[in-house]
């Protein structure tokens, strides 16, 4: 009996990968077109994309409203729910998102440094784009019209590769912005969604070395880590937020509270959401208690060590396992732990932290150079909210997302994040001895 062939020889699997790689080539044929257009044809586009938007709101609405419920009658979780869905509010604050892009000052072309040699030759390094910039992303279909944005703004071409459970939406903003696009002259190219059917798509594009210059998965701990390992292409790791609280001895509760209830409860399936909650030991028992009450009070359920917790009174902890020291909650659940000091906060989130933001609340300021010292993550927030770490706040525009690695960009990935450099060197004929 011959063997049944393998999903890499079908011919749907075959006709996926060449559609992904005609894309790629795609992208990377119109690739020289964007990255020589000037600030104000970028900033025309990205205004008349978000007018656009706007306008065609009701067909971007009733694509997303059919991923919903098609979401929900799977059983999808409600944090993934709020993730996927769309509004009239959402939709104008994605428009405003590429307006915000259009009024930052456009990175390509920057001169970072230079001087002249001793010979007279002239040169200076500069900002250029990267090429073809592959997103792989979970749910939010904001992220479609973010990464196009930012990648137009740098002088990039954007390849998206979102998830099965926004496809109609993903599609009907691409739609939007490749019309766009195409009203004023440019390819249709300059943006491409890929197929999201199976998975496989995803190995497709993060294997297409020569066609695609950087790839940045943005998304859960799995798909980061699926990604990062499996590459060819060069990859950006961005992070997951598993985001600590630090209460320290010190801190004014008043203060301390709202601020930890913000990280926690604003918006608690973002990747700055506060995951877990360090409570200094010297804290008095009704302080401790207190923080407790907080966050159940505003409908957060507590995990930790439910015998440490009881003795100073906490009650209805669920008992924590490891996953709830290591993991994003993206819920409203919060894992919460006495430490001994900010030496005991450094430690666990050493430990546990996945490098993306860390808060601290103390009034003592040697406590808090410390932590700002000690604590290797890409944010870390002194007396300040964890919901902080955020490419708008930050004065960036949209973000591309949240870097946790060390090596080119580390935190909100803005316009300067997503370019490259090279240096020009400018003679009058001379040559080398």
């Not at 910039?133 to 930012?150: K, Q, S």
Request: net charge negative.
């Amino acid at each position: 009996m011959t063997a049944a062939p393998s999903e890499t020889t079908t011919p749907s699997r075959a006709a996926e990968r060449e559609e992904v790689l005609a894309r790629a080539r795609a992208a990377k044929r119109v690739a020289p077109r964007v990255a020589s257009l000037a600030a104000p044809e970028k900033n025309a586009l990205l205004t008349a994309a978000a007018e656009a938007l706007q306008a065609r709101a009701g067909e971007v609405l009733a694509a997303n409203r059919e991923d919903v419920e098609a979401g929900r009658a799977a059983g999808m979780d409600s944090a993934l729910v709020d993730r996927l869905s769309l509004d009239e509010a959402r939709v104008g604050a994605i428009a405003d998102g590429l307006r915000q892009v259009a009024a930052l000052t456009d990175p390509v072309g920057e001169v970072l440094r230079g001087h002249t040699m001793d010979n007279g030759i002239r040169m200076r390094q500069v900002r250029v784009p990267l090429g073809v910039m592959g997103m792989v992303y979970e749910a939010r279909p904001n992220v479609t019209v973010d990464a196009f944005g930012l990648a137009l703004k740098s002088g990039n071409v954007a390849l998206l590769r979102g998830s099965r459970s926004a496809r109609r939406s993903n599609e009907a903003l691409v739609e939007v912005l490749q019309d766009t696009a195409e009203q004023r002259g440019l390819p249709r190219e300059i943006v491409q969604l890929l197929p999201c059917e199976t998975h496989d798509s995803v190995q497709d594009l993060i294997t297409a070395r020569g066609l695609v210059d950087v790839v940045i998965p943005r998304g859960g701990a799995r798909l980061i880590e699926a990604v990062v390992t499996g590459a060819t292409v060069p990859a950006i790791e961005t992070g997951s937020g598993n985001c600590h609280f630090y209460v320290d001895g010190a801190a004014d509760l008043d203060v301390a509270i709202p601020m930890l209830l913000n990280g926690k409860t604003r918006r608690c399936s973002v990747c700055n959401a506060t995951e877990t909650a360090l409570l200094d030991a010297t804290l008095p028992a009704p302080d401790k208690l207190r923080v407790v009450r907080a966050l159940q009070e505003a409908g957060v359920t507590v995990h930790g060590d439910v015998e440490k917790l009881a003795a100073f009174g906490a009650e209805g902890v669920v008992a924590a396992t490891e996953t709830d020291w290591a993991e994003e909650y993206l819920s409203l659940d919060i894992a919460v732990a006495e430490v001994d000091g900010v030496e005991g906060a450094i430690e666990h989130i050493a430990r546990w932290s996945s490098g993306h933001t860390e808060a601290i609340a103390s009034r003592d300021a040697a406590t808090l150079a410390r932590f700002a010292e000690r604590v290797d993550s890409a944010a870390v927030m002194l007396n300040a909210s964890t919901a902080f770490t955020d490419g708008e706040q930050y004065g960036f525009g949209a973000e591309i997302g949240i870097s946790t690695q060390k090596l080119h960009a580390r935190g909100p990935m803005g316009l300067p994040e997503l370019t490259s450099t090279k240096w020009i060197l400018e003679g009058e004929g001379q040559t080398r001895p």
